[in-house]
């Protein structure tokens, strides 16, 4: 380092590109490559990326409650990320859930700060054991997504850091991540990006942490206060607010040169951790291909560990084999396996509960489409429009670039921001009849459909930064077209705008045009009617669970509520599976005969269904966030900063903690809950130093797997009640097993002003399957 002058130090302190950083051979330093993220390894590009497994998304992962779980997420990331010789994953999100409103919680583990630090901690274990850095996202108080680069999240001192900051402290005490990333928002006034509070005073200081804090993907918005805040690397790049600005930060005085050693040392270290100083690492070969059976086995095992039984009235789950099968709905078609943003990758394949469950029963099932469950269209599927082509062209008429597919983002990495002027589009559909023709993106739409023309001007969105690419405008029209008719023409794009001017996700509609959903609904009651058992699929999508967006409801969208209504009232029996990440609202909850909650399960996520609705894997998952009864009924609900600010008023009360305080009314189904297919007898529940033991008999017909929880409710007052351990335990039918729960002396703390103070230790430890079914109370 003492071989490079100041402006080689700053050059190395901002990315080279997107996703990678620069190499320095004076000090043996080579390109150091960074990818997203959370389900799955996608490259040094935004979209376009190559063919990568799909994984189930965090909450489904984290509703197995199993440290073994994370921690074989975490080897296959890492392995994911050798085969394309990534050095650091971005990931995991260790936000918590705050309020069920926030768009991005089908990223994070759960709504506990315990639960979500332990299997954070695993996975990181389990992923750098490989050499693969892990980066824990995003520090901190970056709960949801309403105007997340400019909201100023207000967080008192003691929930900050007996709450939020938790999660991180755990995950480097315990695993030692070699990067954080800094989150867009401001915490308490101060960007995240600039807290020497959070960074330098807490993590680099009191955690003795000597890893790398990464910005967020455009978040740094100052030279010299980032650089004194504990940031080390801005991201992307090559540009950026450092450079020659640090440079003369430095030459100024308001930055110590001192403190960008600090940053290049730290770059430096963690360059060796990955094996990309010095004599580069060696890459394994032969690593599992993304559709090969080891790993369709793996994401298949992984999505079925945290599948969850919410209800389940006489039996009616497993289904029996022999029995016929009314799969409605469509999530049953168009299983949603990942949320949107930059947690998206591109998978071999993803397999629908259609395609599993025929798999395992074959013509016992029948399939009937549901309503629509988006309100934006989405891109044409290659089997209905096909040889679809982009041609980019600059401002002359000059070909920039061509692009196959049905989507393509433009200006974000391919070095074209500002410089595409129109985008031509041609493609062929493969059915006639009526059909609904448009465009997805800012700019002035011409098309033409067979015979007919398509016309939108579809204005830049007002959503903010990232909504060009994550939440782009949409027109369509319902025009007719006859089998192998053309379509082709152009969007103009509109002049610069916004801060990621230049930049959009465009896209062509082609799809059938929507049914009446009278008529939808009337025909899946008649199928329901006619079969055995009736499975309706219910979910949300993309639109609801995404990056840059929140929700504003936990209700299904669509007329899916009306959907399950009348096909309850019209089977024998009704099984629900609902494929979303984060809470719903069921108001048929007591109309139906079982709920199975599937989350967003990856790329093998149909399969994995089919196998837990049968009963070949028991779905023996926990939920890890509660689900309110209404909108509104949560300790934590409004996402929306008020004169910029977000407070968190509910303090150290959020979720489940806050529910059990009476702080909002009793939810539909508790964090924890999840009756698996087996029933478990509790006793002889004992504390001792900090271990509880009780003895659990299965009590069921087949074997099975139960979470015992430890919870603890502090005398004090101010204090919430809060999970202080789990564990897992697997029994055979009529078998009684003594199970030990050691508790995090960590949730014994409180943060007493300007330092921690033990807990007095007297109050209740519960023993619970979720708060709403406690098994034993001790008086501590
Ligand atoms: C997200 C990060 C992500 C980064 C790079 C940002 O928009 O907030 O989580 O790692 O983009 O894609």
Redo the contacts with the bound molecule.
């Keep these: 380092m003492t071989d490079l002058d100041l402006r080689a130090k700053v050059r190395l302190l901002t990315g080279a590109s997107v996703f990678t950083l620069a190499p320095e051979p004076a000090v043996g330093l080579h390109e150091v490559r960074l990818s997203?993220?959370p389900t799955g390894v996608r490259g040094l590009t935004?979209s376009g990326g190559p063919v990568v497994s799909l994984f189930p998304n965090a909450t489904l992962l984290a509703a197995a409650w199993s440290e073994d779980v994370a921690h074989e997420v975490g080897r296959l990331l890492a392995e994911e990320a050798m085969a394309q010789r990534i050095h650091v994953v971005?990931g995991p999100?260790i936000n918590l859930h705050r309020s069920p409103l926030g768009g991005r919680l089908f990223e994070a583990y759960s709504e506990d700060p315990l639960l979500t630090g332990r299997l954070a901690a695993a996975y990181v274990r389990g992923m750098q054991a490989n050499g693969v850095a892990a980066c824990l996202?995003?520090l901190v108080a970056n709960e949801s997504e309403t105007d997340r680069t400019t909201v100023d999240s207000v967080v008192d001192e003691a929930t900050l850091r007996e709450v939020y900051l938790l999660p991180f402290e755990i995950a480097v005490a315990e695993a030692d991540a070699w990067s954080v990333?800094a989150a867009?928002n401001d915490v308490n006034g101060v960007p995240a990006t600039e807290q020497h509070h959070v960074i330098n005073e807490i993590l680099k200081g009191e955690w003795g942490w000597t890893g790398l804090v990464v910005s967020?993907?455009f978040a740094t918005k100052s030279a010299a206060p980032a650089a004194n805040g504990g940031l080390d690397l801005v991201m992307p790049g090559p540009d950026g607010p450092w450079g020659d600005a640090l440079v003369a930060a430095v030459g100024s005085g308001a930055v110590a040169e001192s403190v960008v050693n600090d940053h290049v040392a730290r770059l430096l270290r963690l360059a060796d951790r990955v094996g990309a100083l010095g004599t580069p690492r060696a890459w394994p070969a032969d690593l599992p291909a993304p559709d090969s059976p080891t790993r369709r086995e793996q994401l298949t095992r992984l999505a079925a560990a945290g599948m969850t039984v919410l209800t389940n009235r006489a039996g009616a789950l497993p289904l029996r084999r022999g029995e016929t099968v009314a799969l409605v709905g469509r999530h049953a078609l168009e299983t949603i396996g990942m949320g949107g943003?930059?947690a998206q990758v591109n998978p071999p394949h993803q397999v629908s509960v259609t395609d599993g469950l025929t798999a395992l029963l074959g013509t016992a099932v029948t399939v009937t489409d549901g309503v629509e469950v988006r309100s934006r269209p989405v891109p044409a599927r290659p089997d209905f429009l096909t040889d679809l082509r982009f041609t980019l062209r600059a401002g002359d008429g000059s070909v920039l670039d061509t692009r196959g597919g049905a989507a393509t983002v433009v200006g974000f990495d391919d070095g074209l921001a500002g410089r595409v002027a129109t985008i031509d589009v041609e493609g062929r559909f493969t059915a006639g009849g009526p059909v609904e023709v448009g465009g997805i993106g800012a700019g002035s739409w011409r098309l033409r459909a067979g015979t007919a023309s398509v016309a939108h001007d579809l204005a830049v969105p007002a959503g903010g930064f990232?909504a060009e690419i994550l939440a782009p405008p949409a027109g369509t029209s319902v025009v007719t077209v006859a089998p192998g008719d053309v379509l082709s023409g152009s969007v103009t794009l509109p002049a610069g705008h916004g801060p990621l001017s230049g930049v959009g996700r465009y896209a062509v509609v082609a799809r059938p045009a929507p049914r009446d959903a009278d008529e939808v609904i009337a025909a899946a009651a008649a199928a329901g009617a006619a079969a055995d058992v009736a499975v309706v699929v219910v979910g949300l999508t993309e639109e609801e669970e995404t990056?840059a967006v929140d929700k504003h409801t936990l209700r299904l969208p669509g007329r899916q509520d009306d959907l399950v209504s009348a096909v309850a009232a019209a089977a024998r029996r009704t099984v629900v599976v609902v494929n979303a990440a984060t809470p719903v609202l069921m108001p048929w909850r007591d109309e139906v005969d079982a709920i199975l909650w599937v989350g967003l399960p990856g790329q093998e996520g149909g399969h994995a269904v089919a196998a837990a609705l049968l009963g070949d894997v028991e779905p023996a998952g926990r939920l890890v966030t509660t689900f309110p009864a209404a909108d509104g009924a949560s300790p934590a609900w409004s996402v929306t900063p008020v004169d910029g600010k977000l407070p968190y008023t509910e303090g150290t009360f959020v979720g489940y903690r806050g529910h059990h305080a009476g702080r909002a009314s009793e939810p539909a189904f508790w964090f924890g809950h999840g009756l698996g297919y087996g029933a478990w007898a509790y006793a002889d529940a004992a504390w001792s130093g900090d271990a509880l033991t009780v003895s659990v008999t299965n009590t069921g017909g087949r074997a099975g797997r139960e979470v015992v929880q430890v919870y603890f409710a502090p005398s004090e007052q101010d204090q919430p009640v809060r999970l202080v351990g789990w564990q897992a335990v697997e029994a055979a039918p009529g078998e009684s097993v003594t199970v030990t729960v050691t508790g995090d002396r960590r949730l014994w703390r409180r943060w007493a002003g300007d330092g921690w103070a033990t807990l007095s230790g007297s109050g209740r430890l519960l023993v619970a399957r979720g708060l709403g079914d406690v098994r034993a109370a001790i008086e501590v």
């Design positions: 997203d993220g935004f971005l999100t996202k995003h990333m867009y967020d993907w943003g930059s990232g990056e």
